[in-house]
T-cell receptor, first 113, second 114 residues
Framework: SQQGEEDPQALSIQEGENATMNCSYK?????LQWYRQNSGRGLVHLIL?????REKHSGRLRVTLDTSKKSSSLLITASRAADTASYFC?????????????FGKGTHLIIQP | DAGVIQSPRHEVTEMGQEVTLRCKPI?????LFWYRQTMMRGLELLIY????????DSGMPEDRFSAKMPNASFSTLKIQPSEPRDSAVYFC????????????FGPGTRLTVT
């Protein structure tokens, strides 16, 4: 079943602009992760934020987490054509038994040159 | 390390045939996951292993699906008999530990059942 729901489903911006994607989830989580998938390829891990963290940075990426609203956002600053891909949030439940990731349906990001 | 290796990359088969997908995880990773990706359902966890032992197979859609991990460097996902609705991209992923560890994905196997 889908846990995360990304918003928007598709986003097209000009190179150099910032891109913001949002993710909502339903259950209590241990951590939330963001992955990127280029067309026809496997998923690549971008960043992980734990449930007790509110914000995390990695290069041009900034992730926020609001556990009270069960939501997260991924900001990509100064976008590049190479950032064109689908972006997925994925959660690990805090229930203790599940170790697999539950993915949202993703945001398809297109960077116009 | 070469990363997670999956084979074949593409598989086209007829309905009713047996299909076997293969995965070699990253050396030293204790966890191995099988996911399926379709347009309709997105990415779904099928089953995962810890130290070669299946932990949770609640995502396996039917008895037609089975997975094994005979050793730390090899896993298979078998569909018998295959059906058109099994058409999807199947990903294998591995990680060092549970929960708070990133998962490393293979390139996937695109399965088409006609």
């Amino acid at each position: 079943s889908q846990q995360g729901e990304e918003d928007p489903q598709a986003l097209s911006i000009q190179e150099g602009e910032n891109a913001t994607m949002n993710c909502s989830y339903k259950t209590s989580i241990n951590n939330l992760q963001w992955y990127r998938q280029n067309s026809g390829r496997g998923l690549v891990h971008l960043i992980l934020i734990r449930s007790n963290e509110r914000e995390k940075h990695s290069g041009r990426l900034r992730v926020t987490l609001d556990t009270s609203k069960k939501s997260s956002s991924l900001l990509i600053t100064a976008s590049r054509a190479a950032d064109t891909a689908s972006y997925f949030c994925a959660t690990v439940d805090s229930g203790g038994g599940a170790d697999g990731l539950t993915f949202g349906k993703g945001t398809h990001l297109i960077i116009q040159p | 390390d070469a990363g997670v290796i999956q084979s074949p990359r593409h598989e086209v088969t007829e309905m009713g045939q047996e299909v076997t997908l293969r995965c070699k995880p990253i050396s030293g990773h204790d966890y191995l996951f099988w996911y399926r990706q379709t347009m309709m359902r997105g990415l779904e966890l099928l089953i995962y292993f810890n130290n070669n032992v299946p932990i949770d197979d609640s995502g396996m859609p039917e008895d037609r699906f089975s997975a094994k991990m005979p050793n730390a460097s090899f896993s298979t996902l078998k569909i018998q008999p295959s059906e058109p609705r099994d058409s999807a991209v199947y990903f294998c992923a591995s990680s060092l530990g549970r929960g708070a560890y990133e998962q490393y994905f293979g390139p996937g196997t695109r399965l088409t059942v006609t």
